[in-house]
């Protein structure tokens, strides 16, 4: 599987063959040819790209942290990292029996909070709609921000969320990954928080570092005996 | 503009330009890939004295609101040239000839981006050039294209751009100031290296068929040279001096 990754920029040809294309690479004659900055990846029937830069682009069912921009009677805005805005509708907070005219948006949220909030639903057509209304979803009420590239989240969070783990179990820290890109760190201690937010950003700078789980790892362990 | 000699001989006898070069020689390009932190992507672009800097924006939201297309993304580009950026001051408001290039460097890039994706937003190119000398239009579309791809826009292909030319009735690579105000013609070509495929092609001159045909050849070559030059940027960028 390794020695099939290669490093390609748009316009490259990833390979040739009867693969089927899927993320970022298009089929042109019989060439897949790669369309943005990243890691192709040779599966047995496919072909993809795991791309290094970009903004975030909705998927239904993705997690993200947004926050409140604004909001009518009926709805807030949520700024989700994206080229589009987080359409979240009041009835989403206030249940089936919202009205327009009793219940007060900004006493729930307001502008700045920020969210954890699920992409109910998105299409070409619209702006993504999305949802607070599932477990540990909802307003978030303490912790820090930390903003990394959308493109470098799977690195965040590791093969089935390896490095994620790694991260909390040596910081005692507790992290929220939105797949836009925003982070939440909580800890209950300072040093713990400092650390947490260090290693994420470190991951941001060298996403593309092949042993990069040992380096954090090290630097975790590096930061302990000095503390 | 500037001190040019009119007893200026642009080709000597033994295939010399005025500034040095071989028929065939582009000028000294250096392509640099990001460096404007607040843009998502961008780059910087030396291609003999033109210092060029572009700044790529988006996919963002559309303002004003009627611009936007409900089908697909759409690109805007802005060619700009410094006040300082030529001998005699320049009026900083956007000229005829600004206008005009920015039109072209866009439609040259369209075939290259795949906006389809991004419905309702735009993407927003800002190229200054900071310093002129003949060729500014290819040296911006070639830093454009590294830019968008830096911003991480999905492209078919990257696009070079070279101009090639005729001075003393023979064809010649990369067109300098000089040549471009006392030659025959300048060709400006913009190529996409992987899909073969022309999508800026202006000719200001007369050339013979054969001459034009030659002209493109020897354009289209300039282009694969400069194309390993984008990639060698994006590669340094992203992947790290020599690794892999």
């Known amino acids: ?227 | 503009m500037g001190g040019r000699d009119a007893t200026m001989v642009l080709l000597d006898e033994n295939g010399i330009r005025c500034d040095g070069r071989k028929v065939d020689e582009p000028r000294r390009i250096m392509i640099r890939a990001g460096g404007l932190k607040n843009a998502d992507g961008s780059a910087y672009i030396e291609f003999g004295d033109n210092k060029i800097l572009v700044g790529v924006f988006g996919p963002r939201d559309v303002h004003p609101k009627h611009m936007s297309d409900t089908d697909t993304g759409i690109l805007r580009v802005r060619y700009h040239m410094e006040p300082f950026s030529v001998g005699e001051r320049k009026n900083p408001a956007p000229s005829r000839r600004e206008i005009e290039i920015s039109k072209v460097i866009k439609e040259a890039l369209e075939p290259a981006v795949m906006l389809d994706k991004f419905p309702r937003t735009a993407v927003d190119v800002f190229i200054e050039v900071l310093q002129a000398d003949g060729g500014t239009r290819c040296a911006a579309l070639t830093a454009a294209s590294v830019a968008l791809a830096d911003a991480g826009i999905p492209m078919r292909d990257m696009v070079a751009a070279i101009a090639a030319g005729k001075v003393a009735d023979t064809v010649i690579l990369d067109v300098n100031n000089e040549e471009d105000q006392a030659g025959q013609a300048d060709m400006p070509i913009g190529y996409m290296p992987s899909l073969k495929k022309i999508t800026l092609l202006q000719l200001d001159g007369v050339l013979t068929p054969e001459e034009y045909k030659k002209c493109v050849d020897v354009g289209v070559k300039g282009c694969e040279l400069v194309y390993e030059l984008q990639k060698k940027a994006l590669h340094d960028k992203y992947f790290g001096k020599g690794d892999e």
């Not at chain 1, 993320?23 to 060439?31: A, H, M, P």
């Not at chain 1, 249940?95 to 005219?101: C, I």
């Not at chain 1, 005692?172 to 939105?178: F, L, M, Q, R, S």
Request: with cysteine.
């Open chain 1, 1 to 227: 599987m390794d020695n099939k990754r290669k490093y390609v920029i748009p316009g490259d040809v990833v390979t040739t063959g009867p693969f089927r294309p899927e993320q970022n690479v298009i089929l042109e004659g019989d060439k897949i040819i790669s369309t943005t900055i990243g890691i192709s990846e040779i599966y047995d029937d496919s072909v993809k790209v795991i791309p290094l830069t970009g903004k975030y682009i909705p998927k239904i069912n993705d997690l993200v942290i947004g926050k409140v921009i604004s909001h009518t009677s009926l709805s807030w805005e949520l700024d989700i990292n994206s080229c589009y805005v987080g359409f979240l509708p009041a009835q989403d907070v206030f249940g089936r029996d919202f009205s327009a005219h009793a219940d007060e948006l900004a006493s729930k949220l307001k502008s700045g909070d920020l969210v954890a909030a699920r992409i109910a639903n998105f299409d070409r057509t619209r702006d993504p709609l999305v949802t607070i209304s599932d477990r540990d979803l909802g307003k978030i009420d303490s912790g820090d921000l930390v903003k990394i590239s959308p493109s470098k989240v799977p690195r965040l969070i590791g093969k089935r969320g390896s490095m994620i783990q790694m991260i909390e179990m040596a910081t005692n820290a507790a992290v929220t990954i939105g797949q836009n890109g925003w982070v939440v760190v909580s800890c209950e201690t300072p040093e713990g928080l400092l650390k947490a937010k260090k290693a994420i950003e470190m991951i941001n700078e060298k996403a593309h570092v092949a042993n990069l789980t040992d380096q954090v790892k090290e630097m975790l362990e590096i930061k302990d005996d000095e503390s």
